[in-house]
C-alpha cells in the first residue's frame, strides 16, 4: 500500500467516526432534548405555552432529519474514501 493509500484509509477512517459520534450524540432544541439521529423521541421538558410542544416537535424532526442528512453524506464521503485508499496498488518496482 501506498503512502497515500494509506492516508486516505485513515482519512475514511476518521471520517466514519466522526459520523458515528454524530449520529449519537443528543440533538437539543432549545431547552428540549430531541434524542439523537439513531434514537429520536418526542421532545422532553415542560411546556407552558399551549401549541409549544407541537412547535419543538416540529423543531426536532427538522433538526433530526438534517442530522440524519449529514451523517448519511460524511458516513458515504468517508467508506468511499477509505475503500478507494484500501484498494490503492503498491507501484510496481
Not at 18 to 41: I, K, P
Not at 45 to 64: H, L, M, N, W, Y
Request: net charge positive; glycine share 14%.
Amino acid at each position: 500500500m501506498t503512502p497515500r493509500g494509506r492516508a486516505a484509509l485513515v482519512l475514511g477512517v476518521v471520517l466514519l467516526v466522526g459520523a458515528t459520534l454524530a449520529a449519537t450524540a443528543t440533538v437539543r432544541v432549545g431547552q428540549h432534548e430531541c434524542g439523537s439521529a439513531l434514537s429520536a423521541h418526542t421532545p422532553q421538558g415542560r411546556f407552558t405555552v399551549p401549541g409549544s410542544q407541537s412547535t419543538a416537535e416540529d423543531r426536532c424532526d427538522r433538526k433530526i432529519t438534517g442530522r440524519r442528512w449529514f451523517v448519511v453524506v460524511l458516513g458515504g464521503i468517508g467508506l468511499l474514501i477509505a475503500m478507494g485508499g484500501a484498494a490503492d496498488p503498491k507501484k510496481p518496482s
